[in-house]
């Protein structure tokens, strides 16, 4: 079965950074792309990055570009997202998923929350 | 980017009866290599998403044959054709068409 387990969430000031990991197992990790998502309290979801197979291809959506970096370690099975300078309208649910690779996604971890408040 | 609009927000049903959800983008999701990249995903309490429909109309494995979707170009529906107990939380909608890719605000289905 295919398991995607977050971690990394928290508590934490604003303009602190953060780094949110994903391990995957039951599937060939390096053959998805791989994405974060992150549900917003009273906003909604919002698909934040992909990152491709291989770690070459990086989609970010605009209003995240520059202040958080996708990243994968397929030696790992791992997944990663690097937030800087984190606001508090960045506190969200983040959740890794697997891509399919044909526009859209078909597994979810469960999620960790990060909050953002001085 | 992509506007997907969800109707209604809130569905209070009855079990046993049908149940729609509308889903609305601002632009043709019909993309260049002619699918169109609709899906539908549902998130039950306490739960992560879970994909129910992609490419508009197919089924994913293990999805109650009552889940069926529906639509073209810009305008898409969610039916489920007797609700069962197991079906209440919120369903999303996602294009994949365009990038950024963009979900639905969400509607949610709860008894009525």
């Known amino acids: 079965d295919v398991q995607l387990v977050e971690s990394g969430g928290g508590l934490v000031q604003p303009g602190v950074s953060l780094r949110l990991s994903c391990g995957a197992s039951?599937?060939?990790?390096?053959?998805?792309?791989m994405t974060w998502v992150r549900h917003i309290p009273g906003k909604g979801l919002e698909w934040v990055a992909n990152i491709g197979p291989d770690g070459s291809e990086k989609y970010y959506v605009e209003s995240l570009k520059g202040r958080f970096t996708i990243s994968r370690d397929n030696a790992k099975n791992s997944l990663y997202l690097q937030m800087r300078s984190l606001r508090a309208e960045d506190t969200a649910i983040y959740y890794c998923a697997r891509d399919t690779g044909r526009r859209t996604i078909d597994h979810w971890g469960q999620g960790t929350l990060v909050t953002v408040s001085s | 980017d992509v506007v997907m609009t969800q109707s209604p927000l809130s569905l209070p049903v009855t079990l046993g009866q049908p149940a729609s959800i509308s889903c609305r983008s601002s632009?043709?999701?019909?993309?260049?290599?002619?699918?169109?990249?609709l899906n539908w995903f549902q998130q039950r309490p306490g739960q992560s998403p879970r994909r129910l429909i992609y490419e508009v109309s197919n089924r994913d494995p293990g999805v109650p044959d009552r889940f069926s979707g529906s639509g073209s170009g810009a305008d898409f529906t969610l039916k489920i054709s007797r609700v069962e107990a197991e079906d209440l939380g919120i369903y999303y909608c996602?294009?994949?068409?365009?990038?950024?890719?963009?979900f639905g605000q969400g509607t949610k289905l709860e008894m009525k």
């Open positions: 996602l294009q994949g068409s365009h990038w950024p890719y963009t």
């Open positions: 039951g599937f060939t990790f390096s053959n998805y792309y």
């Open positions: 632009q043709s999701l019909v993309y260049s290599d002619g699918n169109t990249y």
